[in-house]
T-cell receptor, first 109, second 114 residues
Framework: GQNIDQPTEMTATEGAIVQINCTYQ??????LFWYQQHAGEAPTFLSY??LDGLEEKGRFSSFLSRSKGYSYLLLKELQMKDSASYLC??????????WGAGTKLIIKP | ETGVTQTPRHLVMGMTNKKSLKCEQH?????MYWYKQSAKKPLELMFV???????ENNSVPSRFSPECPNSSHLFLHLHTLQPEDSALYLC?????????????FGDGTRLSIL
């Protein structure tokens, strides 16, 4: 079967750096997405990786290793507003999106 | 403003009721989706429409019935639901089904079945 694994919950301190990991096993691979979802709100698109390496977008970066079936989302200079769930999703060989259960990130002052 | 609007935001209904969820996208996208989101579970894709044609039905029970009258509107008709159907129902749209294009989500309808 296909699955996406990410930690259920993480805690970090305001101003610090946190790395949220995502590992996947899918039939084929056509890209990996990261979304942010604040409680009671819509998931919003953060990043997309299809080639190995690091994509940087301001305070957020996303890394992909296709050979290892592994990605991470790196958040720098954490702010209280970064408290949210972070969803990892992989587009498989049939272009279906397979979703992880999300990582709830708690930021403490 | 996400560009995808869902109504109602909250819905409480009995198991014998019939209700409909509505989704409208203002982004000019060609594909629309219904997802079910339960606590601590991955998003479950229910239905996919591409250019108004249904392209996916992921073994969803017949008590959920989708309707897509045009590329901007999507409905989910609900009938004789079960308590386990209580969840957040998310609508999403994208320019196309494949490729690097992200999906844009609405804020969802929180559904509670009594």
């Amino acid at each position: 079967g296909q699955n996406i694994d990410q930690p259920t919950e993480m805690t970090a301190t305001e101003g610090a750096i946190v790395q949220i990991n995502c590992t996947y096993q899918t039939s084929g691979f056509n890209g990996l997405f990261w979304y942010q979802q604040h409680a009671g709100e819509a998931p919003t698109f953060l990043s997309y990786n299809v080639l190995d390496g690091l994509e940087e977008k301001g305070r957020f970066s996303s890394f992909l290793s296709r050979s290892k079936g592994y990605s991470y989302l790196l958040l720098k200079e954490l702010q209280m507003k970064d408290s949210a769930s972070y969803l990892c999703a992989v587009r498989d060989g049939n272009y279906q999106l397979i979703w992880g259960a999300g990582t709830k990130l708690i930021i403490k002052p | 403003e996400t560009g995808v609007t869902q109504t109602p935001r909250h819905l409480v209904m009995g198991m014998t009721n019939k209700k409909s969820l509505k989704c409208e996208q203002h982004l000019g996208h060609n594909a629309m989706y219904w997802y079910k989101q339960s606590a601590k579970k991955p998003l479950e894709l229910m239905f996919v429409y591409n250019f108004k044609e249904q392209t996916e039905n992921n073994s969803v029970p017949s008590r959920f019935s989708p309707e897509c009258p045009n590329s901007s509107h999507l409905f989910l008709h609900l009938h004789t639901l079960q308590p386990e159907d209580s969840a957040l129902y998310l609508c999403a749209s994208s320019q196309e089904i494949e490729g690097a294009v992200p999906q844009h989500f609405g804020d969802g309808t929180r559904l509670s079945i009594l």
